[in-house]
């Protein structure tokens, strides 16, 4: 009998020694890096967790050229990666067409919620909810009644950020102003700290003295230009509270650490489903950031207020438009800064992003 049980544990032991041998991990970093303070660093710090509590080691690269996505996904499947997790909506393609031809191995995807394979997991988010919440935040932090949003490049996921925010500062505060201007329509939008000081000083000028970014790595200007003027950012994604303590308000969450841990873990331990995973308030997958960085900014009463709304939004009381599943949102442009009242620098920056989309647009056609 001793022998028996023996032998079973030994044959148990052996075959998770192989199941952990056999479970090799990829992320694909998208452009940034993973030390970007944003989106990219939230992913990592998911995969870091994984890392620190189950010893495996995970393969990664850090994409510094759009070229560069499709043939990382590939580089990790020849090294033999049996779960390869992509960073971001702009791996969508090529995601799509390496887990197409390696139906034996398992991918996810951050930021995508569109797509359709057997072996594929995406997780996308509410990024209104969240951004509703610090919304309510700039506008009861505001002493002008001005307020502005910065967005990265301008696509509907961006626009989600801008229209929850907007919401959530008019029904706080329905005589503010919200001034809100996207860096650019293409990629580059994403890594140009200049052009996001530039638009910040620019809504500063018009008054605003709270800045919300979405901006991914172009937000490190917005923040430091807001902070050099003595008024308040708010960050995103991760936890930015402290890159400039006393002069970020606050930080949206968006947890796609929680999405990453959770790919790892669940291929690990062979729970790994195929499928749309979508992440609010209610699951934790965004939310506001409280600490020993802003906790003097922000007042018992933000934080009843905050609290408040949250809890709405949880039970369904308050429904947040989601730009994504309503199309336009409905309160995008009651309250701008008119045409009369930008710089001369900031039509100009008008006029050249118009110009840069009818070119794309054009090249579309041909």
Known sequence: MLKTILGAATAALMATTAMAADFKPAVVFDMGGKFDKSFNEGVWNGVKKFMDETGTEVMEFEVTNEAQREQAMRRMVRRGATVVLGVGFAQ??????????????????????????????????????????????????SKSDTVGFIGGMDIPLIRKFACGYVQGVMETNPDATVLEAMTGTTPSAWND???????????????????????????????????????????????????????????????????????????????????????????????????????????????????????????????????????????????????TAMSADDIMSEIKALNTRLDELESMLK
């Open 92 to 141: 969508a393609d090529a995601i799509d067409a390496v887990a197409a031809d390696n139906p034996d191995v398992k991918f996810a995807i951050v930021d995508v919620s569109w797509l359709d394979r057997p072996n594929l997991r995406q997780y996308a988010f509410k990024e209104h909810e969240g951004s509703y919440l610090v919304g309510v935040a700039a506008a009861m932090a």
């Open 193 to 339: 700290p200049t052009k996001g000081a530039e638009l910040a000083q620019s809504q500063m000028d018009r008054g605003a003295d709270v800045i919300y970014h979405a901006a991914g790595g172009t937000g490190l200007g917005v923040i430091r230009a807001v902070a050099d003027k003595g008024q308040l950012a708010i960050g995103v994604d991760s936890n930015q509270n402290g890159i400039a303590p006393g002069n970020v308000l606050t930080s949206m969450l968006k947890r796609v650490d929680v999405a990453a841990y959770d790919t790892l873990k669940r291929a690990q331990d062979g729970n790994f489903e195929a499928g749309v995973s979508i992440l609010g308030l209610a699951e934790n997958g965004v939310d506001w950031a409280l600490d020993e960085n802003n906790k003097d900014l922000v007042t018992a009463a933000m934080k009843a207020e905050i609290s408040a709304a949250r809890a709405a939004i949880i039970a369904g009381d308050i429904v947040v438009h989601n730009y994504d599943g309503g199309g336009d949102c409905p309160s995008e442009f009651t309250k701008r800064a008119s045409a």
